[in-house]
């Protein structure tokens, strides 16, 4: 028996199907049919298609697509079908683990990035029933190579050697198992086809695979078969599916008349796929309001990657129902990625971040308030493993972090409880523990995981899209559960590869909407629709890049057909079906067609349309219709507006945002924002003017003045108001890291030297001590570090601080040496003094007392010397930068009166850059010694008294009256470089940084830091 063939176009064929299926049924209702077709798509389409057609039923009649016929048919007891692409990925991956030389890849290379593509080329074989027999086929092409016209090489058929070995062991191995693939479904059924039930009507194919043609062709033979084959008068075209078309063997071609021709297209270019979608949508909505229903729509592309983003906000804003395939990968999901780090962090020896991700994850179970876990974890410098056991320490008491500048009356802490501690201690052992470590079967793996699953996360609670998510790792543990038919037990970390390379494969989305279709090209055949959008027609899109399939080159494919007759589908003949695609889709709609291309990317490169368009293109470019980029252009156009477009073009925003029910205070504030940072000159309340501190403010901020603080806010009164009245606290003040943070090593050169000095000072200075006490000193230093930081000094950080102990070991040796008549008396000692009409405090790092005239001077530590030390200090003073040297000569004299010396002056104030003296000789280097001290004499003080005391006030008064403007100084070296709160002040903004400089009422505060 020969099939019937039915040719025509789409549309036609699927008119001669509901008339085949009329003279099927005759007048028996029940009489029985089976409608074959390519896709599950099409099988939907044709069910609503025959339910508008038959309105009084369709009885006995079955809608299939090909392989759920083919599986539905076939004998099960031939094997049990795998879906799961990963099952036959695993199985080759065996065989490229297993012992003795594997082809194709050094041994570390066996990955399941080669299995998979292994698969694909065996999978070709196998639908062109190529038979597993390597030496015959290769004996079999080794001669066609000596034909004239063979282009066979002798590297062709090496690859192909290697691929039949994989190919012989996927076979025997699927054997051995009792498992068919899809090739073996389709094989399976064509034995069985005098058990299928006729008729049959085969709709909609243009090609097939040689297994898929085989089938029919036997199914031909045992029931009465109709084929409804999409064909057309243009050679050039159908060129793709000739092969199909001869082989199953039919009747004559019965071919249709064409349907009427389809609608001319409209082309428009546009620059970027969002501009592609914004017109589309703009479109899309004037034909649903003329009432079009969205069902009968479609935007399609070829690969629909780049449009999925813009496309659901344009069609949510023009509220388009839409039907679209999922736009998010599962891994993409934080949930699927918190499982996932679950199931790696122990193997990967608990990552610090990797384990923070999971921990902190809402649903993991565990305390609500993790806040400050990850504050913890850094400043304990957990890095993995081991590192979590420095939870121990703090576990008890609680943890103290400090942040902050170098000096006391700075210094934050932040204490994290004991219950804190103990929870994420808690929680990361629970990750720990979660999974047994030992190698074990598939099932019992993905048991265990699944558990692991249940009992750290909270999956009682969860919204809608976390059951999703769920539902879709569940999935992919039973996938991996079924890879148990291999019988091999495997370590976890090979578990966990394959649950990755699963969860990779899936998407997330809402179930199916009904809607305006949203399809690739592939999926849009057969398909009729009133009107399309056809999106990215740009050449190396449309048609794609094709290159040759890499273990069976398109020499080979060509030479089975012709020597073997198997139909391995050649990859460059891809080309033709992209033509044929492109065909389809411009016929698929019978009203109206929309062509896009980009001109242009959304960067601006240029882009050249489709050859497939170019008949369509007029001869001029400039005749086509070219959607502009810009916002203002687009509005020109006349397009529907949506409520978003009419807002921004309206006069009265506000009013426009009320009535559509939008928030127009926030717009409103946003608004009068804009107008007095771009409209004023002046500082405004947007700028730094925050008015008269209230009196908690004033409180927090003047009360507690002191020269770091004046010289703050001579730096930058914005950065004072960030740091001292907001208390921001910056981003990474917190120790971090493997080193020691500049403000560690900050606060170990002070503690070790007033540790030193106070030991030093029981053996009245003696040099020849300063080794033993120094070594001393940094036992002690260290150990409280540890205690406090509950971190031990180890690899870097001990070499770090090996580098402290030698910078003050170099500082002392010279210091005791210069020492002469004075004595270093008092260390770390607190007072306050007045400056003109305030009170001023500070704390000195260290006073020395003249043993012969009594007098003092104060010692101050600084790690190094920066060029702004080289500007008379007493300058500095007058403008309010560097205060600290005439109040630590006022603050000595309180300090000695405490301790019962009375009437002591302080002569000057000397300051020590601890580090430099590391950097050479400093007993014999006299040049460099002004990079060693600066020094600031009671006569300089004299000198600059009253313009320190006038700026003083002055500055005070401004933080009183709430001044916090910027001062910008972000070229090379400038204070911005070095600031912390860069992230929030604006000061890229042209105006609000020039606005201080005109205002006057600030006009002293420039008089003082610019004189
Ligand atoms: S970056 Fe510059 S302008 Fe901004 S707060 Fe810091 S110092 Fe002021």
Not at 35 to 58: M, N, Q, T
Not at 172 to 186: H, I, K, M, N, P
Not at 606 to 627: G, H, W
Not at 659 to 676: I, K, N, P
Request: overall charge neutral.
């Amino acid at each position: 028996m020969r099939a019937r063939l039915i040719l025509g176009d789409y549309r036609a064929l699927e008119a001669a199907l509901w008339t085949e299926i009329a003279r099927v049924k005759g007048d028996r209702p029940l009489a029985p049919a089976t409608v074959v077709v390519p896709s599950g798509r099409l099988v939907r389409h044709l069910k609503l298609a025959a339910a508008g057609r038959f309105p009084e039923g369709l009885f006995a009649v079955r809608f299939a697509n090909l392989f759920q016929f083919a599986l539905a048919l076939a004998d099960r007891t031939d094997g049990r079908f795998v879906p799961d692409t990963l099952f036959y990925e695993r199985l080759l991956l065996r065989w490229l683990e297993s012992a003795g030389e594997r082809p194709f890849a050094a041994a570390d290379a066996r990955t399941y990035d080669l299995a998979g593509a292994l698969h694909a080329a065996i999978r070709d074989l196998k639908d062109a029933a190529v038979p597993c027999d390597p030496e015959h086929l290769v004996d079999a092409l080794r001669i066609a190579t000596g034909e004239p016209g063979s282009r066979l090489s002798a590297l062709d058929l090496r690859k192909l050697g290697g691929l039949l070995g994989a190919y012989r062991h996927y076979e025997e191995e699927l054997r051995r198992l009792g498992v068919a693939d899809r090739s073996d479904v389709f094989r399976a059924a064509a034995r069985r086809a005098r058990h299928a039930a006729g008729p049959l009507l085969v709709y909609g194919f243009y090609d097939m695979t040689q297994v898929q043609a085989d089938l029919l062709a036997e199914l031909a033979r045992a029931v009465p078969v109709t084929l409804f084959v999409p064909h057309g008068s243009d050679p050039e075209i159908w060129r793709f599916g000739d092969w199909f078309r001869a082989a199953v063997p039919v009747e004559h071609g019965e071919p249709l008349p064409a349907s009427a021709p389809p609608p001319a297209p409209e082309v428009y270019t546009a620059a970027g796929a969002r501009d592609e979608v914004w017109l589309s949508a703009k479109r899309i909505r004037t034909l649903l309001d003329a009432g079009c229903p969205p069902e009968e729509i479609a935007v399609v592309a070829r690969t629909l990657d780049p449009y999925l983003v813009p496309l659901a906000a344009f069609f949510d804003e023009h509220r388009i129902p839409y039907d679209a395939p999922p736009a998010q990968a599962l891994l993409d999901h934080p949930l699927a990625q918190a499982v996932l780090g679950l199931f790696r962090a122990a193997l990967d020896d608990l990552p610090r971040d990797l384990t923070l991700d999971v921990v902190r994850h809402p649903l993991f179970r565990g305390p609500a308030d993790r806040r400050h876990w990850h504050l913890l974890a850094r400043t304990l410098r957990i890095g993995r493993g081991e590192d979590w056991s420095r939870l121990d320490g703090p576990s008890r008491r609680g943890h103290r972090i400090v942040v902050g500048r170098e000096t006391d009356e700075d210094r934050r802490e932040l204490h994290i409880g004991a219950p804190a501690v103990r929870a994420l201690r808690a929680a990361v052992r629970r990750v720990e523990q979660a999974l047994p470590s030992a190698a074990a079967g598939w099932h019992e793996h993905a048991a265990a995981h699944l558990s692991a699953l249940r009992r750290c996360f909270r999956l009682e609670t969860l919204l809608e899209e976390e059951t999703r998510v769920v539902d879709a790792l569940r999935d992919v543990l039973a996938t991996l559960a079924r890879l148990d038919a291999f019988g091999e037990r495997v370590p976890r970390d090979v578990f966990v590869e394959a649950f990755e390379r699963e969860c990779r494969r899936r998407w997330i989305g809402a179930p199916a909407a009904r809607g305006v279709a949203v399809l690739d090209a592939m999926a849009v055949r057969g398909l009729p629709f009133r009107h399309v959008f056809l999106l990215g027609l740009n050449a190396r899109v449309f048609p794609r890049f094709i290159v040759e399939e890499p273990f069976i080159s398109d020499a080979v494919r060509r030479e089975v057909f012709r020597v073997l007759g198997h139909h391995l589908a050649v990859r460059l003949d891809a080309y033709d079906e992209e033509r044929l695609l492109f065909h389809l889709l411009r016929t698929a709609p019978s009203e109206g067609l929309v062509c896009l291309y980009q001109r242009a990317d959304a960067d601006g490169r240029l882009r050249d349309p489709s050859p497939f368009l170019r008949p369509f293109l007029p001869l001029d470019r400039e005749q086509i219709d070219a959607i502009p980029h810009s916002e203002r252009a687009k509005r020109g156009r006349g397009e529907l507006a949506t409520p978003r477009d009419l807002l921004r073009a309206t006069a009265d925003p506000a009013a426009a945002l009320a009535a559509f029910g939008f928030d127009a205070l926030a717009y409103e504030r946003a608004r009068a924002y804009l107008a007095s940072v771009d409209g004023e000159r002046e500082v405004g309340a947007f700028e730094g003017r925050v008015g008269p501190l209230a009196p908690e403010w004033a409180r927090r901020s003047v009360g507690r003045l002191s020269p770091t603080r004046l010289e703050r806010f001579a730096t930058c009164p914005f950065r004072y108001f960030a740091e001292e009245v907001l208390r921001v606290l910056p981003p990474d003040d917190a120790a971090d890291g493997e080193d020691l943070s500049p403000r560690e090593i900050g606060t170990l050169t002070h503690a070790l030297l007033e540790e030193l000095y106070g030991r030093l000072a029981a053996r009245d200075f003696e040099r020849d001590q300063l080794d033993a006490e120094l070594a001393a000193a940094a036992t002690t230093v260290a150990a409280a570090f540890e205690r406090r930081a509950h971190v031990p000094l180890r690899g870097i950080l001990a070499a770090r601080f090996a580098e402290v102990v030698r910078a003050v070991a170099a500082f002392a040796a010279f210091d005791l040496a210069a020492l002469g008549d004075w004595k270093p008396v008092w260390f770390e000692e607190g007072a306050s003094a007045r400056v003109g009409a305030l009170e001023l405090s500070g704390k000195l790092d260290r006073i020395d007392r003249h043993r012969g005239t009594g007098w003092l001077r104060v010692v101050d530590y600084k790690r190094r010397f920066h060029d702004h030390w080289q500007t008379a200090l007493a300058t500095q003073a007058r403008r309010g930068e560097k205060l600290q040297a005439p109040l630590y000569l006022a603050l000595a004299p309180a300090v000695a009166a405490r301790h019962g010396v009375g009437g002591a002056v302080a002569t000057e104030a000397v300051f020590q850059f601890v580090d430099e003296y590391l950097r050479g000789d400093p007993s014999v280097d006299e040049i460099r010694e002004e990079r060693l001290t600066r020094r600031f004499l009671a006569t300089d003080w004299t000198g600059c008294r009253d313009d320190v005391e006038q700026a003083v006030a002055d500055f005070a008064t401004f933080i009183r009256d709430g001044w916090f403007f910027v001062r910008v100084a972000d070229e090379q070296g400038g204070h911005c470089t070095y600031c912390d709160f860069g992230w929030i002040c604006r000061k890229n903004h042209g105006r609000v940084r020039r606005k201080p400089e005109w205002t006057p009422a600030v006009t002293r505060y420039w008089e003082i830091v610019r004189p």
